[in-house]
């Protein structure tokens, strides 16, 4: 499955999954700037599973009915990378399990 990681996560945090996952960045696919709307419809178009994002505002922004892949929100204290590393197995975890086109939370 690619992973796409929202220009909000740190880009240094694509290190931390494993290869087989293909994670890239908003700012590798040059995407930076997108609308949340057209980022998912972009991401989906290139063959994307699932997008990783910090933003909690997402699920208020977009309606999990209408959602062309499924979105994993990471919540911790703050957004830094230090922050972000620990949740990675539950990430993974996540995304080995059924994603459905939802909103799928993962908090520190």
Same mark, same amino acid.
């Given at each position: 499955?690619?992973?796409?990681?929202?220009?909000?996560?740190?880009? +240094? &945090? /694509? =290190?931390?999954?494993?290869?087989?996952?293909? @994670?890239?960045?908003? !700012?590798?696919?040059?995407?930076?700037? $997108?609308?949340?709307?057209?980022?998912? +419809? &972009? /991401? =989906?178009?290139?063959?994307?599973?699932?997008? @990783?994002?910090?933003? !909690?505002?997402?699920?208020?922004?977009? $309606?999990?009915?209408?959602?062309?892949?499924?979105?994993?929100?990471?919540?911790?204290?703050?957004?830094?990378?230090?922050?972000?590393?620990?949740?990675?197995?539950?990430?993974?975890?996540?995304?080995?399990?059924?994603?459905?086109?939802?909103?799928?939370?993962?908090?520190?």
């Amino acid at each position: 499955m690619k992973v796409l990681l929202d220009e909000s996560v740190p880009r +240094r &945090l /694509a =290190a931390e999954f494993p290869e087989s996952f293909g @994670v890239r960045t908003v !700012q590798q696919m040059g995407w930076a700037g $997108s609308s949340n709307g057209e980022l998912l +419809r &972009l /991401a =989906a178009d290139h063959g994307f599973g699932v997008l @990783v994002t910090v933003d !909690q505002g997402f699920a208020f922004q977009q $309606s999990a009915r209408n959602l062309p892949i499924p979105v994993v929100i990471m919540i911790a204290g703050r957004t830094r990378l230090q922050e972000l590393v620990p949740l990675v197995p539950e990430v993974i975890a996540v995304l080995s399990g059924d994603l459905g086109r939802r909103i799928h939370r993962v908090v520190a």
